[in-house]
């Protein structure tokens, strides 16, 4: 049972460039969220897909775009890069829940793909 | 706006030396605190879910625990491949299911 793949594993950028970066979920699951993650930080919440919509957005700047497709793999676009956005950015995928359920969800997480800017 | 603190930031044990991390959260609403482990280039691996206090699970030499603020992740009798960064992650009650947030995490060396 596959669990979440991410492409690429590295990439490196100049300032200013575009990059996509590429998830496909879990077996059986349909949401995608994606998180950025620092050197010696913890990661940090960019955005949630569901049914090919943003349910939910963490602090992060328009740049920051994301797509979900018909099959629940979904892309995370960052236009005009800066050097901040060197990280690890973390794809995870879990079944969506609705607010009124009980209980947590626990998500399952890619390897990540590693962006450097220069 | 909820916030979690791990404490230490490095930790070193000799093989079989016990010790116990630390994360303390604040949060308006708990819906469940995760433990997660994380390899050198890896993604997060998830450990356990905690959802209220006074609760307590295990898995092998990982003993992981929850009061009102903080949770503890016991550590007994470590081996040199529980070397890694253990992250701490609370979701929060009024934001639905996808949103973790996270700690700095505490990164263990457990030395031979």
């Known amino acids: 049972d596959a669990g979440v793949t991410q492409s690429p594993t590295h990439l490196i950028k100049t300032r200013g460039q575009q990059v996509t970066l590429r998830c496909s979920p879990k077996s059986g699951h349909d949401t995608v969220s994606w998180y950025q993650q620092a050197l010696g930080q913890g990661p940090q919440f960019i955005f949630q897909?569901?049914?090919?919509?943003?349910?939910q957005r963490g602090n992060f700047p328009d740049r920051f775009s994301g797509h979900q497709f018909p099959n629940y793999s979904s892309e995370l676009n960052v236009n005009a890069l800066l050097l901040g956005d060197s990280a690890l950015y973390l794809c995870?995928?879990?079944?969506?829940?609705?607010?009124?359920?009980?209980?947590?969800?626990?998500?399952?997480f890619g390897a990540g793909s590693r962006l450097t800017v220069l | 706006e909820d916030q979690v603190t791990q404490s230490p930031e490095a930790l070193r044990l000799q093989e079989g030396e016990s010790s116990s991390l630390n994360c303390s959260y604040t949060v308006s609403g708990l819906r469940g605190l995760f433990w997660y482990r994380q390899d050198p280039g890896k993604g997060p691996e998830f450990l356990f879910t905690?959802?209220?206090a006074g609760e307590e699970k295990e898995k092998e030499r990982l003993k992981a625990t929850l009061t009102k603020k903080e949770s503890f992740l016991h550590i007994t009798a470590p081996k040199p491949e529980d070397s890694a960064t253990y992250l701490c992650a609370v979701q929060e009650l009024y934001t639905g299911f996808q949103k973790l947030v996270f700690g700095t995490g505490t990164r263990l060396l457990v030395s031979p």
């Open positions: 995870a995928s879990s079944l969506w829940r609705g607010q009124g359920a009980s209980g947590a969800n626990v998500l399952t």
């Open positions: 897909y569901y049914e090919e919509e943003e349910r």
């Open positions: 905690l959802y209220s």
